[in-house]
């Protein structure tokens, strides 16, 4: 009887699932979750992970996890919403010739050197969902904010000599980027 209760009630509910196509093509395994609160509040639950080495001992391995509250301006799960969001997770990253600096962080170093740690922050997301039919929604979004993270650094991208151990860093900038593929329920 109560799980036939639980049933009914999450169907009374809106409820999604969700997939960022763009992490699909970096192979990036992601999922997302989204519950209906309120007639225009919603609460997205995001994850994503990937464990590959790439050819020369390329690497961004990582996984995090980033939940949100988004305010719809119309409908839920469908049109304008703004969201304020957590994230957190930990990384394995070098190798990579990214050759640019953003506000503080250089991640040219990326090439010559392989950066392990973790990190938390927070940030605040605009976006906009677009019906496709009646269960498919494709959404856009992006999010700025802060990250504080704690890194070991090695001398190359797959082994090395560990040059520094515990460093603190702080990040603002983009928090977040999607092109998620939606099925409402």
């Known amino acids: 009887m109560m799980v036939a209760g639980l049933f009914e009630m999450s169907k009374a509910q809106d409820l999604a699932v969700k997939t960022d196509l763009s992490s699909d093509i970096f192979t990036n395994i992601n999922i997302g979750g989204e519950v209906g609160l309120a007639p225009k509040w919603t609460l997205d639950l995001s994850g994503e992970f990937n464990a590959w080495t790439f050819s020369d001992n390329k690497r961004w391995k990582h996984w995090f996890v980033q939940p949100e ?26 190798g990579l010739d990214m050759g640019f600096s953003m506000l503080g962080t250089d991640f040219g170093k990326l090439k010559d050197y392989r950066f392990q740690g973790w990190f938390v922050g927070a940030g605040v997301a605009y976006g906009y969902a677009w019906v496709l039919g009646r269960h498919w929604n494709l959404e856009a979004e992006i999010g700025l904010g802060y990250s504080y993270t704690r890194y070991s650094q090695f001398k190359c991208a797959g082994c090395g000599k560990k040059l520094k151990s515990n460093r603190p860093h702080n990040y603002f900038g983009p928090t977040k980027a999607a092109i998620n593929l939606v099925y409402v329920f």
Request: charged share 10%; net charge positive; proline share 0%.
């Open 69 to 94: 509250a988004r305010y719809w301006f119309c409908d839920r799960f469908a049109g304008h919403f703004v969201g304020a969001h957590l994230h957190g997770g930990q990384y394995n990253v070098g």
